[in-house]
């Protein structure tokens, strides 16, 4: 079950990394760190509120990012409000309050790390930076590019943390507008 979840991080990774261009700002340093994020996501045309707590990254013997540690809480307007998925090793499990239900759902869990990968992009894609405006604020856009799979990250320049990703990963559309983030 975990060998998909593992499987689709380091697939996002490896899809993204390619023969990008180097740059001197490194836009995904967040990534670091472990992250606060409360954002609305588009999965394929749904939309869902959630707040996704993740654990500062952990590497193999050959420098790619292995599964974080997460945590994702859904909005109110989602079927499941309020009910937290989390994933821990190997394991994931549904969580209500004292309740831990282990999950084996391929399908849920899916769509759960498809929210997560937006979050552990792969530097050596950088295909390019601009200066670009979201809602009126100033905002670098920095695009990550593997074939025809692509990420854009909108990146407040002051904090250096994302305001909008948007990934186009064959014919799958992700996207997070980050209302709140923290790096820690």
């Not at 394991?91 to 282990?102: F, M, N, R």
């Not at 593997?146 to 559309?173: C, F, H, K, N, Y």
């Amino acid at each position: 079950m975990w060998k998909k979840y593992i499987g689709l991080l380091i697939l996002c990774c490896m899809t993204l990394a390619g023969c990008g261009k180097e740059t001197a700002t490194d836009w995904l340093a967040y990534q670091q760190s472990a992250l606060t994020i409360d954002g609305v996501f588009d999965l394929n045309g749904e939309t869902l509120e959630a707040d996704i707590e993740l654990a500062a990254p952990e590497y193999d013997g050959e420098g790619r990012m292995l599964a974080r540690s997460a945590k994702v809480t859904f909005g109110d307007n989602s079927l499941v409000a309020g009910i937290s998925f989390e994933f821990d090793g190997e394991e994931a499990y549904v969580v209500s309050g004292v309740l831990k239900i282990p999950l084996e759902d391929e399908t849920l869990i899916g769509g759960i790390t498809d929210m997560i990968s937006l979050f552990c992009i792969s530097p050596d894609s950088f295909w390019e930076a601009e200066e670009t405006e979201l809602d009126g604020q100033s905002c670098v856009k920095a695009v990550y590019v593997d074939g025809e799979d692509s990420v854009e990250v909108l990146i407040d320049p002051e904090s250096m943390l994302p305001m909008r990703i948007t990934a186009t990963l064959g014919e799958e559309q992700l996207s997070a507008e980050i209302r709140a983030i923290t790096a820690e």
